[in-house]
Structure formats: structure tokens, C-alpha cells
């Protein structure tokens, strides 16, 4: 080996790794089991990542998420339905939340074992001009290459959700599981959370003036002020 070869292996190996500002960046092909989600179901869902594709499996069908933003799929196999949309499906959260848009304020604390993996423990704070900030706290497992295997998110209206993967490999899966079916009807949003509603990527459209609420009829009590839970 010529010495201008082992000196760029030495500089190679002395470059430090750079981190993803979103940690779920760090591993763009796998497949994993998820537990917990926005509803604080604990049912396990199979998640598939190729690239800026997203594919979760549930027990009512799948989904399909273009992690840029820009289209995602909703596959209901009880009814033979698929619906197309655009921006993210609540369902790809956390992969879809707008982590490598934000500002961050990083945070390491101590590593620590979880299901046996080493991990890497960090909160990152994400902060938002639209949206209260949101407090993420990650497990990276070191033999996963830092997979988060374990987060909680506590969101700016209190709100906490907790979501766990296990059974993670760290290999491409087909891709034909990425490509939704031939008819899929358009609509124009996306359909909302639940119970509620979170921020992912991209934002609502901003400066756009809610609809007047209707004038009370006459003798009908006043209308309540009190919103729904998140």
C-alpha cells in the first residue's frame, strides 16, 4: 500500500461521524415493530422504511408516506378502499415530524441499557415559530447504529406520548411494498388525527383567517370555550 493510500485511510478513519439533526435519519432502510403511537394504542404495527418512503401495517390495512412531504397513501383492505392525499398520514409519526426543519437545542445525558441494547440517551428540544416547542427524548441503540428504539415526546400543551420498536433490521425491504395500488381515489386533505391533532411536516398554511362561528340562536346558551383534548 503506497503511503499517500495509508494516509488517506488515517484521515478517514480520524473524520469525525456526523449526526443527523433528526435521529430517525440515521437508518433510511429497515423494518422494525412499533409500539405506541399518537393514541396511545399499544398494538404492534410493522414499519418499513426505503429512502423517503414510509409503510406502516395494521391490522385495518396500510399506509404509504413520502417522508418529503409530498404525498401519502391510506389502504383500508376490510373495504377495498385507498384514498391519496397530500402531506403526511398522522399514522407515520414520528418519522414524519419536522425534527431536520426546526431549531434544536441538544441535550446528552447518560447512556443507558434498554432491551439490551447500549444506547445512546439525548432530549432534544424542538423549536418552532408556528408551534409550542416539543421535548423529544431518544434512546440510540449503538448496535443498531443508533437506531432510537425508545422515545417520548412531551408536546408544548402537555400532551406525552411514548413509542417503543423492537425487532429492528437494518435492511432494505422490497420495494415493491412502497408502490400503492392502481386506483386510489384523490382527495384534497389529508385526514386528521383522531381525537386531536399534532404537527408534522409540512405546517398548515399560515395567515389564514378562521371561519366566523355561527350567531347563537335565539333562547340557545352561549357556546363553550373549552377545546379538545391533545
Request: hydrophobic share 35%.
Amino acid at each position: 500500500m503506497s503511503a499517500a493510500s495509508v494516509a488517506l485511510l488515517v484521515a478517514l478513519s480520524a473524520a469525525p461521524v456526523v449526526q443527523p439533526q433528526n435521529p430517525f435519519d440515521a437508518n433510511k432502510a429497515f423494518t422494525a415493530t412499533q409500539i405506541g403511537d399518537l393514541l396511545h394504542r399499544q398494538d404492534p404495527v410493522k414499519v418499513s422504511r426505503l429512502g423517503d418512503q414510509l409503510r406502516i401495517d395494521d391490522e385495518a390495512g396500510y399506509s404509504i408516506t413520502e417522508l418529503d412531504g409530498e404525498l401519502s397513501y391510506s389502504i383500508d383492505k376490510e373495504h377495498n378502499t385507498c384514498s391519496r392525499f397530500p402531506g403526511p398520514f398522522w399514522r407515520s409519526f414520528p418519522f414524519s415530524s419536522p425534527i431536520s426543519t426546526s431549531k434544536l437545542d441538544r441535550k446528552p445525558l447518560p447512556e443507558e441499557v434498554v432491551d439490551g441494547h447500549h444506547c445512546k440517551v439525548e432530549i432534544l428540544n424542538v423549536i418552532r415559530e408556528d408551534a409550542a416547542p416539543t421535548e423529544w427524548k431518544f434512546w440510540e441503540a449503538q448496535d443498531l447504529n443508533g437506531f432510537p428504539i425508545k422515545v417520548e415526546i412531551k408536546f408544548g400543551s402537555g400532551r406525552q406520548v411514548a413509542i417503543a420498536f423492537k425487532d429492528v433490521v437494518l435492511k432494505a425491504p422490497d420495494a415493491t411494498l412502497f408502490k400503492p395500488p392502481d386506483q386510489c381515489k384523490k382527495i384534497a386533505r389529508r385526514p386528521p388525527v383522531p381525537g386531536g391533532t399534532v404537527h408534522t411536516k409540512p405546517s398548515p398554511p399560515k395567515n389564514q383567517s378562521p371561519a366566523p362561528a355561527p350567531a347563537p340562536q335565539q333562547g340557545a346558551p352561549p357556546a363553550s370555550n373549552a377545546t379538545p383534548p391533545r
